[in-house]
Each structure stands twice: as C-alpha cells, then as structure tokens.
C-alpha cells in the first residue's frame, strides 16, 4: 500500500492522559501536514512538515500539541493532558511539494475520543 | 489570512439533478483551487484542481473552472447519481504553501 497511512484509527482515552498518532506519508513526499476535523466542519490546519523542519504551527496548537517528524519521513502528533475538546478526527497528509499546486494526499485518520 | 467560503448545505437532490455547490475564496497572489470528497466511512480525495485563472477542473462528471475576477471555483455535475452523496469541500494552497478548506458542504441524492 503506497498510501498515507495513520495509527491508531481509533484512540479512547481518559482526560488528563497523554496520547500520540504516527503518520506515514508517502515514500517520496517531503511535505506532511497534520489536520484536526470535528463533526460538520472542515479540515482545520494544526502544523505542517518540509522534510524534518517544522515550517508553521497554528495559533488553534495549543502547548499541549507537539508534533515531530525527526528523519523527515514518518510524524508523530502527541496531544498531552487530554480534554474532552480535544475529541476529533486528526488528518495527516502528504504532498511532493516542488510545485505550490501539487495534490496532497490524506490517511483515513485518527478518531480521539476523551471521556 | 487565506479563506474559503462554501454555500450552507446539507443539499439533498434527486438523481439526475443538476448539481451546481457555490464556492468563493480570498488570497493573495494567485493560489491553486481544489474540490475534495468524502465519502461515506472514507478518506479525503482530490476530485479536481485548477492551477491557473480560467483553468476547468474535471473528473467523473464534475467540473469547476477558476474564476480570478470573481475569486471563484464553483463545482457542478450535470446529472448527479446516488453514489455522488458525500461530503464537498472547496480548498485552496495559497503562497505559503498551506493547504485551507472550507467548511464543506454534503451532499445526498435520493433514487
């Protein structure tokens, strides 16, 4: 499968406890970006990746968000102290961004829910 | 900042309708224009994009052309089938380089 995959697609957890995601993009890609999605809304931007350099990092990131991608091909999106808002689906995407038009491609995403 | 902005929904037609989801943006300099689908249980999918002003995106019946002096990217199907029900979003890449969807529009489209 040469698709952008992510893990878990699920995650239950309990306020307060610290939980991460991983996305891998494709092979080639050197653009990742990481989307929260809440129900009847659209993708909301969260941060983005060129290679391993963090280029930009929405005010909605709070400093319990962190987000990595350390060798430039798999990103881990850690959420610490979890609150009952932070409940969502969280997109990753990947794109070969050489050209500004280039398609970016989604995983199937992680639904988090807090209790 | 970049924007998009989708017409309200839900929008509920009958098969073969006419299908026409308004869709407006603000930018600068001259961003990309994308339509994204999502089905039922799915992931987000490019359906079409336009990279220039008066560019027509297509594919499976739907088009969009881009429209500079109106800011403009609006999708339409001539004749819609039960399987096109899903969610719409309008989205663009701006000049740095970050991709802004709207809020998305869904779509249902009776037998």
């Known amino acids: 499968d040469t698709g952008v995959s992510q893990d878990p697609r699920h995650k239950i957890t309990k306020r307060g406890q610290n939980v991460t995601f991983r996305c891998d993009p494709i092979?080639?890609?050197?653009?990742l970006y990481w989307y929260r999605q809440t129900l009847g809304q659209g993708p909301e931007f969260l941060t983005y990746?060129?290679?391993?350099?963090?280029?930009?990092k929405s005010r909605l990131l709070s400093d319990r968000f962190s987000a990595e991608r350390p060798k430039g091909s798999f990103s881990t999106l850690e959420i610490q102290r979890t609150e009952q808002g932070d409940s969502a689906m969280y997109l990753c995407?990947?794109?070969?961004?050489?050209?500004?038009?280039?398609?970016?491609?989604f995983g199937q995403g992680t639904r988090l829910t807090v209790v | 900042g970049d924007s998009v902005t989708q017409m309200e929904g839900p929008v509920t037609l009958s098969e073969e309708a006419f299908l026409t989801i308004n869709c407006t943006y603000t930018?600068?300099?001259?961003?990309?224009l994308f339509w994204y689908v999502q089905y039922p249980g799915e992931g987000l999918q490019l359906l079409l994009k336009?990279?220039?002003?008066?560019d027509k995106g297509s594919n499976k019946g739907f088009e969009a052309t881009y429209r500079k002096e109106t800011t403009s990217f609006h999708l339409e199907k001539g004749s819609v089938q039960v399987s096109d029900s899903a969610v719409y979003f309008c989205?663009?890449?701006?000049?740095?380089?970050?991709?802004?969807f709207g809020k998305g529009i869904t779509l249902s489209v009776r037998p």
């Open positions: 995407a990947s794109s070969l961004a050489n050209q500004m038009n280039t398609e970016a491609f």
């Open positions: 092979s080639e890609h050197n653009r």
């Open positions: 990746f060129q290679n391993e350099a963090q280029l930009e």
């Open positions: 930018a600068t300099g001259y961003p990309s």
């Open positions: 336009a990279t220039k002003a008066d």
């Open positions: 989205a663009l890449v701006g000049a740095n380089s970050k991709l802004t």
